[in-house]
C-alpha cells in the first residue's frame, strides 16, 4: 500500500508540475547558476499559409502565432505582437500534427516467460498483495517504465506524430497510460500531458507470468468480468486483505478505457463484456472490420484501427498458390478498403501505427486507403480530432485553435497527397526539420550549355539528394552530384576527361549558372536551362493501378452467402417423411413449411403460394442434432483450473469455421459446442443452430437451455500429460472429492445469496448454483463405470440429476443404475481402444442401453463424424440391431430431449422449427446425401447451390491469383504461400 | 520407486489382458463347402446372381449360376444374401498397436530415419483385441506396415485369424514404405516460428538424401565384398521386382516428384499411398501404370475451399481416369477405424461409383497392388476361400451383417472381446 500511495502522490505531482509548466514556463522556480535568466517572450508566426485548424476548417492566407509552446492566436486578420519572427509560408500549409492513441513508444516489451520442457505448470499466483491473477496487471504504471526514446520519436514526427499515447502492452488488464509530446529538445517535464491518460484492456494474457490460468479465450473473458465484480466489492471495503491490482484498477476506472480486441469478433466480445458493467470501451481493432460492419456499428464504440495491409502472396508456384485459403487472398483484396467501409457506416474511428512493421509504410498505407475510398477529411479526424476526443483532450491537442499545443505539420500542399512534401513537424513550438524547404528542388530536365557544348541533364529524386542524368546526344554519361547549403556540384565524365561543375543555386531562378573546370585546368562558364515540364509524366502519376475489390460474403470466405439465405414457403411433395413421432414413417406424403415452421403434414397439400419440391424417391428428415462437437469454438478448454464453470463457450463461438457449412452438408441443424474435458468442472455449452453467415450469437438458440459440460477419467486426472503437476485431482478418488467440495461450497454460497445479505458475486458459484436449483443440466464427459456410479452418487447427494453422460462408453454396464437415476447416454457408434479407458468399448452400448429405456444419443466429438451422423446412427443396426426408426432418433429426437429443446426442433410435427433436411437417398444409408439443409424455413445447404459456389470459389481463386501475378510483376513487395490452419479440437485439445 | 510402479502397471496390463481370452484361431478346411444361392460379388467387377460358391481345401473349386452348377459337400443355403471376398486393409498398423495412448502397448515405429530393414511382420499381434473386430465386418487381410521417419522399414500381408504372425504371413517382406518429404511444413510454435503451413525449404536437401540411400544400395549390390550393410540389404528387392515400393504422399507436386524420382532410381513397382492431390497427377500416374492407395475416404478436405465431399469422391476419380486405385485407413485412430473399411467404399458410392466398382477398391485392386491377386481379392476358382457370407449389402453399415466367414476355407469365430461384452451386459438386464 505505501508504494502505491507513494506512486499517486507522484502522479499528482507531476501533474501539477506540468499545469505550472504549461502556465508559466518550466524554470520559472529553478535556480539558475550558469549564468542569467533568459526568459524568451518572442512570438512566431507563420504567415501567407493554408492552415487547417481542423479537419473542417480551413483558412486561407492565414496566419498561425505561438509563443511558449502554444497556439496563442490563429486568423487570417488577427494583429501580430512586434516582438514577432515572422516565417513567410507562401505556398505552404499547416496541418495539426498526428496523433497516436495505442502505442508502446518509450516502454520496452515483456521478456516472455515460457515453461520449460519438464517445468510443473504454475496455477497459483507468485505475487503477494496483488490479484490472484498475474495476467491482471491494473498496478502496472506506464510511467514507471517509460523512458524517451529520441530515435524512435524522430521516425514517429517524420510520419507526421506529435503525441503519442503510450502503454505497456502486456497482460489482460494493462494499467494506466501517458500522453507524450514527441518533443525530443524537452524534457519529461515538458513533453509528459497526461501521465493517467487511459486505461488499458485486452484479452491476451501477460508475458511476464507463467500462471496458467485462463488457457483460453472464453477463460480470459470470464476473468475480466470476475475483476468487475471483485473491484466493486473491493471498493465497498469488504475485503479485509490488501489487493493492490484492484485498488489500481478501481482508481483507473475513471480512465478512458482502451480495449485491445485486435480481431473484429473480439471487438464484439469486448463490447459485450463493456456493457455488462456499463462501460463504452475504445477498441482496438485488425483492419477486417468491415466484414462485419453492420455489428460493429452497433456496439457504438469508437475504433482505432491499424493501418498495415497484407502484401500480396507469391502465387508463382501454382501449387504452392493451392494452398492459399480464400480467405485469406481475399483478405490481401479487400483490406485496403475497411476504412472507407468504416468511414462510410459513419463508425468513429482513429489510427495507430499499431503492428506496423515499418514506420515508413504509414503515410503509403494510408495513401492507398484512400486511393481505395477514404475520405480525406475523415482521414484527417482520424488522425487528429478523434484520438484527442479518445483521450478526451480536445482542448489540448488534434486543432490547431487558440490556447492548444503547438504541434502542427507544415506541407507543401496536400497532406494525403503522394506528391506533397512535410517539410518540419513542430512539437510543443519546437521545430523538427523533416525536409529543408529553404532547399530549391531542382527536379526537371534541363539544357546544359557547357564549353561550346550542348548536354541534357535531368535531376530526380529528393530535394536535397538530387540524382543527375547527362546525356550527350543519346549517349549517357557518367558522372555525380553533391547537394548542399544551396551549392551543386557536378562531376562528369565525357571522353575520359573529368569535368567539375559548381554553381551556387538561386532560390527565384529555374535557370542555373556556375563555373567549371575542364580536364585541361581551364575555367569557363556554365548554364543549364530548365525546360517546361512534358505533360506525359502527370499522366503516368495519375494513373494509378487500382484492383477491382472482391464483394464480401457471409462469412468471408469460401462458401459463404453473397446474400444470407431468406425465409421460405416450401412444399415437398411425396417425401418418405420421417416424423419420428407416432405415426412413424410416411410414404408419399408432402410437407409445407411456412413462417419457420413446419406448417402441414398430409398428402395432396395444396401448395398455394409455396416453392414445390419434388421430393419422390427422397426422404425427408428432422435435421441431426449433434450432443457433443466442439466445430465453430475459438477456444474449448479452459483448463488453468480444475473448476471453470465461470467460462462459456457462447463467449467464443467462432462462426467462420467451414466445417458448420460442412457439417449442414451432412445434413446436421443443431450442436451442443462443449467445453472439453481437461477438468473435472468444465465450462457452460453453447447450444446453436447452423446458421452459416451469422454470427455467434445469432446461431444460439433462443431461451437456450442451460447446460454446463462436466468430465471424468483419464482426461481430467491429467493422466498423459508430460510433466508432473500439482493440480488436484490426479485420482478418480479425488475427483469425487473434489465435486463434493465445488458443491457443498456452492451449496453455502445459495444459502447466503438467498439469506440476502450482502456476498461476494462469484461468476463460478452463480453457475454451480444453478445446477443444484435444476436450472442448469450437465452433461458429462465419462467412461468407465465406476466413475459413472460415483458422479450419479454425488448428484444425489447434493438433490440433482446428471442430465447427460457423453460418450458414457461403459453405459451399457450401468445401464441400470442410470435409467433409475434418469440419466441419458449420448455415446460414440464404435470408438474404443484409443485410450486405456476404452478397452470395454463396445458398439453394442446404444443398443443396450436403448434397449434398457435410457434416451440414447449418438454423438460426434470429431468435426469429420459430426457430418455424417446418419451413418453412425446406422450402425445401431447393425451392432445389436436397433429398429432403423429408433435408429434414426438417435441422432435427431433424443439428441434434442437430452438438450431439452426437442419442443421445437428433433421431429417433423406441425408447430415445431423447420429445421429438416432432404435426403436423396434412405437416410441411414452410407449412400445418403443431404440434398438440402434448411433451418427455420431457410435453405443452408443445396447441392445445386453447392455446385455454384465450388465454380464460383474457382473463378475468385483464378481472378486473386492472377491480380498477385500483376503485383507481383509490376514489382511491389510479395509475401510467401501461406495456409492458416485453424486447430482441429477435441474433448482434450488446449490451446490459446 | 519409479520402476516399481512401472513393474506393477506392465502386470496389471499383463493381467487385464488376459482377463479376456482371445478367439480361437478356426481349424484347417475339412470338409467340402458349398454356398448356395447367394448374389456371389466376385471383386472384379462382376456378380452373379442366384450363386453357387464350392470350396475345397481352402481353395474355391467352382463358382457359377445355380443352374449350371452341381452342388457337393456341406451345403450353406445363402438365398437372398450376399457373398463377397475378404476385404484388404493395405497400409495398416493392426497388432502393432492395441491402445494408442499406451506406449507400452504400441510397436508401430522405430528410430533411425532411413530404415528399410526394420520388418513389421515380427511385432504382429495376432491375438490382438482390435484384430479380432475386424473379422465381424469381414476385413480379413491386411498388410502390416511400420510408420515413422523417412523410410520406415518393411511391409508385409497377413490374414487376420491366426495363432501367431508366422502363421498369419501371407506375403512375407512385400515392399518398402517411403514417407516422400512434405513440400510444405507446419511453423512449429516452440521453435519460435511463425504458425500456419509455408513451403518447406529443406525438401530439395531431403529428396537428396533419399536418391543417395538408394544410390548407394544398388552401388552395394555390385560389391563383392562380404560385408554386411542391413538398410542396402533390404532395398535390394526394389531393383529386382521382388518388393515394391510405397511412397507416401498427397501433394501434387511431390507425386510427379516421387515418381519421376523412383522411375530414375530403376525401382520396378511403385505404388502411391495418400494421394490427395492424384486426380492431378492422372497422366504421370498413367504413363508409369502406377497404382493408388487412397486416402480415408471419410475423412475432412485439406482445404477449406475445397469441395466438402472431395475426399469421398476421389476414388472415384481416378477409377473413372483409368487408374488402379484401393482404399487405405491410415490417420488418427486408424486400427480400431479399420474395422470400417467396407463403409469408406460405401461413401464413394454415394458419390456416383459403381458398387462393384466400389467393392474392388478393398477387395480385387488392393489384392492386384499387394501383389497378392493369385490367391486373394476375388471370388474366382483356384483362390483361397477368403470369402464371407452377409446378410445384405456388405458395404452399408445396416446391411453389413456376417452370418459366415472364411479364411482359406477355415470358418472363422466371428466372437470378439466386444461380443462377449455384449452378450454379458444384455444378459444380466433380460434376467
Known sequence: MKSKLYRLSFRLFFCLTFLSFTALTAQEYFPKNDGVKTKNTNYTAFTNATIIVSPTQTIKKGTLLIKDGKITNVGSNITIPKNTININLEGKSIYPSFIDVYSNFGIAETKSQRRSFGQAPQYDTNRKGYYWNEHIRAETNALDVFNYDSKKAEELRNAGFGVVNTHMQDGIVRGNGILVALNSEGSNADRLLDVNSAQYLSFNKSSASKQVYPTSLMGAMALLRQVYIDADWYAKGNIDTKDLTLEAFIINKNLKQIFYAGDKHNALRADKIGDQFGVQYTIVGQGNEYQLVDEIKKTNATYIIPINFPKAYDVSNPYQADYINLEDMRYWNQAPTNLSVLAKNNIPFSLTTHSLKSLKDFTKNLQKAIDYGLDKTKALEALTTIPAQILGKSNQIGTLSKGMQANFLITDGDIFDAKSKLYENWVQGTKNVIKDMSVKDLSGNYTLNLDEKTYDLTFTGEANTPKATIKRDTIKLKGSVTYNDNWLGLILSDKGDNIQLNARIQSDSDSINGNAQLANGKTVNWSAIKKPSTSKDKKDKKDKNLRDIMPITFPNIGYGFSEKPKEETLLFKNATVWTNENEGILENTDVLIKNGKIAKVGTNLSAGSAKVIDATGKHLTAGIIDEHTHVAAQSVNEAGQNSSAEVTIEDNIDSEDINIYRNLGGGVTSMQILHGSANPIGGRSAIVKLKWGEIGDEMIYTNSPKFIKFALGENVKQSRYPTTTNRFPQSRMGVEQMLTDYFQRAKEYDAVKKSGTPFRKDIEMEVLAEILNKERFITAHSYVQSEINMLMKVAEKFNFNINTLTHILEGYKVADKMKAHGAGGSTFSDWWSYKYEVNDAIPYNASIMHNVGIVTAINSDDREMSRRLNQEAAKTVKYGGVSEEEAWKFVTLNPAKLLHIDDRVGSIKVGKDADVVLWTDHPLSVYAKAEKTIIEGKVYFDLEKDKNQRLKIQTERNELINMMLNEKNGGAPTQAPKKSVKKELHCDTINY | ?431
Do not use: C
Not at chain 2, 452348377?69 to 475378404?86: F, L, M, Q
Open chain 2, 1 to 431: 520407486m519409479k520402476i516399481i510402479k512401472n513393474i506393477v502397471a506392465s502386470l496389471l496390463f499383463v493381467f487385464t489382458i488376459q482377463l479376456t481370452a482371445q478367439q480361437t484361431p478356426a481349424d484347417k478346411q475339412s470338409e467340402v463347402i458349398t454356398i448356395v444361392g447367394a448374389t456371389a460379388h466376385i471383386g472384379n467387377g462382376e456378380i452373379i446372381e442366384n450363386s453357387v460358391i464350392t470350396f475345397e481345401n481352402g481353395k474355391i473349386t467352382a463358382i457359377d449360376n445355380v443352374a449350371t452348377t452341381n452342388t457337393s459337400g456341406k451345403i450353406i443355403d445363402a438365398k437372398g444374401k450376399h457373398v463377397y471376398p475378404g476385404f484388404i486393409m493395405p497400409n495398416s498398423t493392426l497388432g502393432l498397436g492395441e491402445i494408442d495412448a499406451v506406449k507400452a502397448s504400441v510397436d508401430q515405429s522405430e528410430i533411425g530415419g532411413v530404415i528399410p530393414h526394420v520388418r513389421s511382420l515380427i511385432a504382429y499381434n495376432a491375438e490382438s483385441k482390435v484384430v479380432e473386430s475386424m473379422r465381424p465386418n469381414g476385413v480379413l487381410l491386411a498388410q502390416i506396415t511400420p510408420r515413422g521417419g523417412r523410410i520406415s522399414g518393411t511391409s508385409s500381408v497377413v490374414q487376420l485369424d491366426a495363432w501367431n504372425w508366422e502363421d498369419a504371413a501371407v506375403k512375407v517382406d512385400d515392399g518398402i514404405h517411403l514417407n516422400w518429404p512434405n513440400s510444405f511444413s507446419n511453423g512449429r510454435r516452440r521453435f519460435g516460428e511463425e504458425p500456419g503451413i509455408k513451403p518447406n525449404k529443406d525438401y530439395g536437401k531431403q529428396v537428396e538424401e533419399i536418391k543417395q540411400f538408394l544410390i548407394g544400395a544398388k552401388t552395394y549390390k555390385l560389391s563383392s565384398e562380404s560385408i554386411k550393410n542391413l538398410p542396402y540389404e533390404a532395398s535390394l528387392g526394389l531393383f529386382d521386382g521382388s518388393k515394391k515400393l510405397y511412397i507416401h504422399a498427397d501433394n501434387a507436386r511431390e507425386i510427379i516428384d516421387a515418381v519421376t524420382f523412383s522411375k530414375e532410381m530403376g525401382v520396378k513397382n511403385v505404388v502411391i499411398i495418400g494421394g490427395y492431390e492424384a486426380n492431378k497427377t492422372i497422366d504421370i500416374l498413367k504413363k508409369h501404370s502406377i497404382p493408388v492407395l487412397v486416402q480415408r475416404t471419410q475423412s475432412l478436405p485439406n482445404h477449406n475451399d475445397d469441395n466438402y465431399d472431395f475426399p469421398y469422391k476421389l476414388p472415384k476419380l481416378l477409377t473413372d481416369a483409368g487408374i488402379l486405385v484401393g482404399l487405405e485407413n491410415s490417420g488418427s485412430m486408424e486400427r480400431m477405424n479399420s474395422r470400417n473399411l467396407p463403409f469408406y467404399a460405401g461413401q464413394v458410392v454415394g458419390q456416383g461409383l459403381d458398387k462393384e466398382k466400389a467393392l474392388q477398391l478393398i477387395t480385387g485392386n488392393t489384392a492386384k497392388i499387394l501383389g497378392i491377386a493369385k490367391d486373394y481379392g476375388t471370388l474366382e476358382v483356384g483362390k483361397s476361400a477368403t470369402l464371407f457370407i452377409s446378410e445384405g449389402d456388405a458395404l452399408d453399415m445396416r446391411t453389413n451383417q456376417l452370418s459366415h466367414a472364411y479364411i482359406d476355407g477355415r470358418l472363422l469365430s466371428l466372437e470378439t472381446h466386444q461380443t462377449e461384452l455384449w452378450k454379458r451386459y444384455s444378459n444380466k438386464y433380460s434376467k
